[in-house]
């Protein structure tokens, strides 16, 4: 195996974290015997396969080969574990072990867009899609390759304890909390551009500012430049517009404040800057695939 996945996942999980006051992951490392790692070394875990079945979330970081059955012992023991409660994650080529066990099919899954192929092949009965970073399907949830494995496991923690504390352990691992892939996520843009850049000026004073109305002639107005210039460097340092930009950042406010508090969604919605209710829930549809409303239900007071 890489040794990249498994150290996504024990970073994301098995660090302690007491800064976030939350009762944090307890993280054990479980293998069917010892495991051969991509440069030459041997993982050996302390704890046996079958231990698994006691776990709440398992976690499989990808299969030594893609064209190969999945182990039987491997198989079993992810029965047994969703069986027991737990609910199943897979990064990369593990979908092949969790697709194995039956539990993906009818159900829509993810993998490297380079296995999308072969995993619906070999199980038809599963939607397999290779456009998106993860599919949270509930109890059993699938992520594309590799790096898109932080995309997932920084969604179950946001899952589990929110928005806030999900932003919180990807400052830690210096990654945007979300990315734009395509599929119901939340997206932030990253700022690229030195600190002194007027560009990123300008950006860090529309966060400090979401309420007011903003227009790309005041932000340009703002960094000293002409709108063209700034849209132009805008667009070189963010790979985005900034109106976009910037409907994706009031989407991202409006999370602790939708977790937390009695605030209407009219009162949200104006909290963030958007112009009415209306259009804030048509932003905030279209980048979660869900309502401010049940989003709410959701996440309130996790």
């Known amino acids: 195996m890489s040794a990249f996945e498994l150290g996504i996942v024990t970073e994301v999980f098995g660090l302690p974290r007491p800064e976030l006051d939350v009762e944090w992951y307890r993280l054990t490392i479980h293998a069917h015997g010892p495991v051969r790692v991509v440069g030459g070394a041997t993982l050996t875990a302390d704890a046996p396969l079958d ?7 398992v976690i499989v970081p990808g299969v030594s080969d893609v064209r190969a059955p999945v182990d039987p012992a491997v198989v079993a023991a992810l029965r047994a574990a969703h069986a027991n409660g737990a609910r199943l994650v897979s990064i990369c080529s593990g979908a092949f072990a969790i697709a194995a ?9 993810a993998t490297h867009w380079r296995y999308a192929a072969r995993l619906a092949a070999r199980h038809p009965e599963v939607e397999v899609d290779a456009g998106v970073l993860y599919v949270d399907d509930g109890d059993v949830l699938t992520s594309a390759g590799s790096a898109a494995g932080i995309d997932l496991c920084l969604h179950l923690v946001r899952r589990d304890h929110g928005a806030t504390t999900a932003n919180a352990v990807a400052r ?33 004073w529309a966060l400090a ?24 460097r805008f667009k070189q340092g963010s790979g ?19 977790e937390s508090g009695d605030r209407s969604i009219d009162e949200v919605a104006a909290a963030v800057g958007f112009e009415s209710a209306v259009t804030f829930r048509h932003h905030f549809t279209r980048a979660l695939r869900t309502s401010p409303s049940a989003y709410r239900r959701a996440f309130k007071d996790r």
């Open 51 to 57: 231990a698994i079945a006691a776990a709440h979330t």
């Open 101 to 109: 066990t039956g539990l993906l099919d009818g159900r829509r899954a």
């Open 172 to 204: 830690r691992l210096v990654v945007p909390p979300h990315r734009d892939g395509g599929q119901a996520q939340f997206i932030e843009t990253p700022m690229p551009a030195p600190e002194d850049d007027a560009v990123t000026a300008s950006m860090a």
């Open 209 to 232: 500012n979401l309420a007011a109305p903003i227009t790309v002639d005041l932000l340009a107005r703002r960094a000293h430049l002409s709108t063209r210039t700034y849209l132009r």
């Open 240 to 258: 985005t517009s900034p109106i976009r930009w910037l409907i994706e950042q009031r989407v991202q406010a409006s999370l602790p404040l939708l």
